[in-house]
């Protein structure tokens, strides 16, 4: 009963290093989504998905690029690494909207 | 002002308390409203949604007041297991970025 799982759990960047985050469900949701947490702004959109092989930007994509070739992968890139972007990134599915939204682990990441 | 605005917390309760959040949303558009629940250092889960009828679940209940755009959760009798972040969810409609969370309301339970 895996759900949805984000790898990996824990990355430390220098900055201007480049890195993925894969997300995998396999609940065969349409849609996708990666968020980031920051203390006291709540979850944030970054991008989202509604089907295989579609992608829109949500309230902040600046930085972020994803990909979703298969309808069960979310793939969040960092092409350039900042500080800034030291976060918490969750990802979530839903079978349809408005739903549950299932979320991932996290994935807590350091940009030095 | 955030689309979405929480009590600051933290709420320091005793066991056995009863304890409210309120949650204000400012865009009247919103279709759909929910309750997760947040351990610390762990994802989101669905507590409950919230209905215009309002709902109970157990010990937890829910209320929404559209003219006023404002969602509340009641906890009675809690639990030490109640301690967390609870985060209100607001969907503006039928698409799919249209989540939008409150930065949440934190909840320790004190012995």
């Known amino acids: 009963n895996a759900g949805v799982t984000q790898t990996p759990k824990f990355r430390v960047l220098k900055t201007g290093q480049s890195m993925t985050l894969l997300c995998a469900q396999d609940?065969?949701?349409?849609?996708m989504y990666w968020y980031r947490q920051d203390p006291g702004m709540g979850l944030r959109l970054i991008h989202y998905?509604?089907?295989?092989?579609?992608?829109a930007k949500g309230e902040v994509p600046d930085g972020y690029n994803v990909s979703r070739l298969k309808k069960q992968n979310f793939l969040l890139g960092l092409e350039s690494a900042a500080p800034s972007q030291t976060s918490v990134y969750f990802c979530a599915s839903a079978k349809g909207v408005p739903g549950e939204l299932f979320f991932g682990e996290g994935s807590r990441l350091t940009v030095l | 002002r955030k689309e979405v605005e929480q009590d600051p917390g933290p709420f320091n309760v005793p066991e056995g308390a009863t304890v409210a959040f309120n949650c204000t949303y400012s865009?009247?558009?919103?279709?759909?409203f929910f309750w997760y629940r947040q351990d610390c250092r762990k994802e989101p889960k669905l507590l409950m949604s919230v209905y215009s009828s309002g709902n109970e679940d157990g010990r937890f209940t829910a209320q929404l007041n559209r003219a006023s755009q404002y969602i509340s959760l009641l906890i009675r009798d809690s639990k030490l297991s109640d301690s967390a972040t609870y985060l209100c969810?607001?969907?503006?409609?039928?698409?799919?970025?249209?989540?939008?969370f409150g930065p949440g309301t934190r909840l320790s339970v004190l012995p």
């Open positions: 998905s509604v089907g295989e092989g579609t992608t």
């Open positions: 609940m065969n949701h349409e849609y």
């Open positions: 969810v607001v969907n503006r409609g039928n698409y799919g970025q249209n989540f939008v």
């Open positions: 865009n009247s558009a919103s279709q759909s």
